[in-house]
């Protein structure tokens, strides 16, 4: 598509760089839930059936039928639905044999609820170097799997950036590391046509209103292997009513493990599930559209001179619900002053190389309960990463827009 064109239209006016022009939209705005989802959960909560299982008359079946739903849609044997993506890990980590002590493998560039589920587990994370474009360090994994005994692998696909899966599972493979990975920020994605999440052992799914999907808090675990999913299920608080899961392995499983098991009582409600269930029949829809933006931004934002944006490979069919770019040529004083403004006129940026963490914003130095790691290359990378959310609200002109207000900012530094 022309960029200076919007989808046949007239042609886009682009305010000039200096001009003190302001966004005039919230890129925090999740957007509207669908009519489908309201209504449903609506219905439901007219029957007072939010929880999932029902003992004694019968249940709404929609935790069980989203399980269902998520588990054709990646091509996965089994998916359990948990209340939030931080569970969702942890749950991963237990049934993968994660004991306390453990050394558990994880990327360094990361936020806080996934060392979080490591520490909820008693196993100590083991960080591991990123390279320029934000995707785990191959030599720094090898370095590190070798060096301190981690038999797991928790790998996350931060913001949305997909390492080569290949080399990922070769690697695992010649190690003999467990593979889990994090998908909070690749649902619908894929590397070489392949979900995310379809990879390892088990995949860690987030609904948190700020993902793909979005009920506010959730998360879903998919595996094939049927141990891994029996436990899972036992694990999230099934008690005995297990049979009520339609993606779920024989009741022989579950004689071994149902009284072996504890109940975390982390399950999803039925009232989160059927709030999901429309939405993800739209999520192709969203992909689609969500990408569009995403190259809309790119290509106005590799534009401006001390802008990087990283390079995406091929084989990554991603799903951009967010953009990542470097700024290079200012200081750490400067930086932090240019996310600030651009923050106050609408483009609301995070920039990960803060001394302190802010928001959901975070990096490995702040999480201070994790035994201290030195990652100069992940400091530097991350000294100059900038971010900022990609809602589907925006048109190509707020693309403009925001590079416009970027273009500004960044340029009053070199005045």
């Not at 639905?81 to 990361?110: E, M, R, T, W």
């Not at 860690?204 to 029996?230: L, P, R, W, Y």
């Not at 048109?395 to 827009?401: A, G, I, L, M, N």
Request: hydrophobic share 40%; glycine share 8%.
């Amino acid at each position: 598509m022309n960029k200076d064109t919007d989808s046949g239209s007239d042609p886009i006016s682009r305010p000039a760089a200096s001009a003190e022009i302001n966004l005039g939209i919230d890129l925090s705005d999740p957007g509207r839930l669908p009519d489908a989802a309201i209504n449903q959960a609506v219905e439901l909560m007219q029957t007072g059936r939010l929880h999932r299982y029902g003992e004694y008359s019968g249940t709404e079946p929609h935790a069980a039928l989203f399980e269902r739903e998520f588990a054709r849609y990646v091509d996965s044997r089994y998916a359990i639905a948990v209340n939030s993506g931080g569970c969702a890990i942890f749950l991963a980590l237990k049934v993968a044999g994660v004991q306390p002590g453990d050394k558990v493998l994880v990327n360094a560039f990361n936020l806080a609820p996934v060392p979080g589920a490591i520490h909820h587990a008693g196993a100590d994370a083991v960080l591991v170097e990123i390279d320029r474009d934000h995707r785990i360090s191959f030599d720094d994994l090898r370095r590190q799997a070798e060096t301190s005994g981690a038999k797991v692998l928790l790998l996350t696909h931060m913001r949305g950036h997909i390492a080569d899966m290949d080399k990922i599972t070769a690697l695992c493979s010649e190690l003999g590391l467990t593979l889990i990975e994090d998908c909070a920020h690749t649902m619908g994605a894929k590397w070489n046509s392949r979900f995310t999440g379809r990879f390892g052992a088990l995949g860690c799914f987030s609904t948190q209103t700020f993902k793909h999907i979005n009920s506010g808090e959730g998360g879903i675990i998919v595996t094939d292997d049927e141990d891994m999913a029996a436990q899972a299920i036992l694990y999230s608080g099934s008690y005995m009513l297990y049979g009520q899961h339609q993606s779920a392995p024989p009741e022989s499983v579950f004689e071994k493990w149902k009284k072996r098991t504890p109940n975390f009582s982390m399950r999803m409600s039925n009232l989160v599930a059927c709030i999901l269930r429309p939405q993800l029949q739209e999520m192709e829809h969203r992909g689609h559209h969500w990408n569009q933006i995403y190259r809309w931004l790119e290509s106005e934002l590799n534009s401006i001179e001390g802008i990087e944006v990283p390079k995406r490979e091929p084989e990554e069919q991603f799903v951009a619900s967010s953009i990542q770019f470097h700024v290079h040529g200012l200081d750490k004083k400067q930086l932090m002053q240019f996310a600030d403004r651009c923050t106050a006129r609408g483009v609301a940026i995070k920039w990960f190389g803060r001394n302190e963490p802010m928001g959901y914003t975070s990096q490995y130095q702040h999480w201070q309960y994790l035994e201290a790691q030195d990652l100069p290359e992940t400091r530097e990378i991350l000294s100059t990463t900038c971010d900022m959310r990609i809602p589907l609200s925006l048109s190509e002109s707020h693309c403009v827009t925001i590079a416009a207000i970027i273009l500004d900012e960044l340029s009053s530094f070199k005045s």
